[in-house]
C-alpha cells in the first residue's frame, strides 16, 4: 500500500476552511466504545472522551488530544466494569486515563490516519488510526459542531501487562467525538 504524508498540504485539503482554528470535544456527545473477545464471547463497552483538536494552515500545525478516563467504563455490567477497572486491567485508581496525541497525519488510499502515541498505565505505544470527518452541522444557537470518527486496534497485552488465556490479543477501538470551536 503507497501512503503520502501530507505536510506539504495546507490544512484546507485536510478540511473545509470553516475547521481552521481550535476545537473541543463535547463530552456528553463523545465516546470510545471497544471490542473485545474474552473466551469466545464479545464484550463491548465504552468510555467518555474529551479533548481537543487544533486545525492550521498546514499539517504540521494541526494536531488533537483526546482522553478518555478510564474509571467511567462501561460495558453495563457493573461486575464486569469492577474487574476491567480494578488491578490486574486497567488499574483506574493508578491511570485514572487514557490519552491519545496525534503526531502525523497521512493520506492512504481510504482516506487519512493519524500516527501518534496513545498512553495506556503510564507507558506510550505508537498507534495509526484510521480517520474520518463529518459535515459541519449548525446549532439552534449558531454554533458550529464537527463530527469525527476514528478507530485504532490495541493489543491487550497494553491493557493487562499480561497475557490471559480466553482474551483475544486485539482490542478494537472506535471513538466517535463531536468538535466544537473553543471557549
Known sequence: MTTATISSRSASDLLPAYAAGAWEAVAAQSQASFTARVAGRPVRGCLPVSGEACV??????????LVARVGELSTFSPILDRI?????FLE???????????????????????????????????VACQLSLGSLRW?????????????????????????????????VIAASIVLEPSR
Open 92 to 126: 483506574a485508581d493508578a491511570y485514572p486515563e487514557i490519552s491519545f496525541r496525534s503526531e502525523e497525519l497521512i493520506q492512504v488510499p481510504t482516506g487519512w490516519r493519524a500516527i501518534g502515541q496513545l498512553h495506556v498505565k503510564g507507558v506510550d505505544h505508537e
Open 139 to 171: 446549532q439552534a444557537d449558531g454554533t458550529p459542531r464537527l463530527s469525527a470518527t476514528s478507530q485504532w486496534v490495541l493489543d491487550s497485552t497494553w491493557i493487562t501487562g499480561q497475557r490471559i488465556p480466553g482474551l483475544s490479543r486485539r482490542v
Open 56 to 65: 492550521g494552515d498546514s499539517a504540521e500545525q494541526c494536531a488533537t488530544t
Open 84 to 88: 476491567l477497572t480494578g488491578p490486574g
